[in-house]
């Protein structure tokens, strides 16, 4: 029996309508401090993750600093291109791939920038890898709780577009969870920090824009400036991070449960021993939770 083979034809490569790339490439060589990437190879390598999805990119930029992201954006939104921030690639779904301008955070933008460890927060750039900002915390007794198992290679932002848990979702939430604010970059370019706001600091946010064309909109921001949720606009310049006391493998810390959102509260309350330990479930007795602990054998 013979098989018939049949050619297909290479599909053109999906551009954007009316995008010139070559102009786009030489304004972001241009005023942009960082490696610009245009080339077949450098496209083909981006063009996947760790899902089976393959999107080729327009290109490629790995801004030297946030204010080097910040301009490529904006040199994108003057051109109509779009864009995708890329963190470390392990993505399952296809997440960091598409037919956009790809920013790498991770190369040069992955810093721990300060650590407060009496509030137990930090504040950290996109590119950061989770066991990288774990080791740097470590001399503070802190970590970033939720660990998915990409941690030795997924970067913070990443975590943060992706919502990341992993096995520790019930000692220490999920990402959103652990974020106390977030300063936000759009395509439109408009940049601010988005958490817990006060009276004071919403009065200085409706001074400021005073005479703009929609005086009004900072009323309507009042919930979202308190209570941020995940974010998913197209830049995430740095994140400040709640952080925990570090847990050791042998145990378990659930926290407090909130009874406005039914979500954990601080961290670090409630240590539960014993040889890989984990939790089942929890009951609230007097405000702290019961576990029921299951040993593996061994």
């Known amino acids: 029996m013979s098989l018939d083979v049949i050619q297909i034809p290479t599909p053109p490569p999906r551009r954007s309508p009316g995008l010139d790339t070559r102009a786009l490439e030489h304004d972001l060589s241009t005023e942009v401090d960082g490696e610009v990437r245009f080339d077949p190879g450098s496209r083909g390598s981006y063009a996947t993750d760790a899902s089976n999805y393959r999107q080729v990119p327009i290109g490629v930029v790995v801004p030297r600093s946030v204010e080097a992201g910040a301009a490529a954006i904006d040199v994108c939104a003057r051109h109509g291109a779009p864009v995708l921030p890329r963190g470390g690639g392990t993505s399952l779904g296809g997440q960091c791939t598409n037919v956009a301008v790809v920013i790498d955070w991770t190369k040069y933008c992955n810093r721990l920038i300060s650590v407060d460890a009496e509030a137990q927060t930090c504040l950290v750039e996109p590119g950061i890898v989770l066991d990288e900002l774990n080791a740097q915390l470590a001399p503070y007794g802190l970590e970033f709780g939720p660990r998915p198992s990409t941690h030795s290679h997924c970067a913070l932002g990443g975590m943060l577009g992706n919502n990341a848990c992993g096995a520790t979702a019930q000692r220490s939430g999920k990402t959103d969870e652990n974020v ?109 939770p019961r576990l029921r602990r299951h040993h593996r054998g061994g």
Do not use: K
């Open 180 to 288: 106390v604010a977030l300063e936000i970059l759009t395509h439109a370019g408009t940049r601010w920090w988005a958490g817990p706001t006060s009276d004071e600091e919403l009065e200085g946010v409706r001074a400021r824009r005073a005479g703009v064309r929609h005086p009004e909109r900072p009323a309507r921001c009042r919930r979202p400036l308190r209570r941020p949720g995940p974010c998913s606009l197209p830049g995430h310049p740095a994140p400040r991070l709640r952080l925990q006391p570090q847990c050791a493998a042998a145990g378990v810390v659930l926290r407090h449960r909130t009874p406005d959102r039914g979500q954990r509260g601080d961290a670090g309350d409630h240590p539960a021993g014993g040889a890989e330990a984990h939790a089942h479930g929890e009951a609230e007795v007097d405000g702290r």
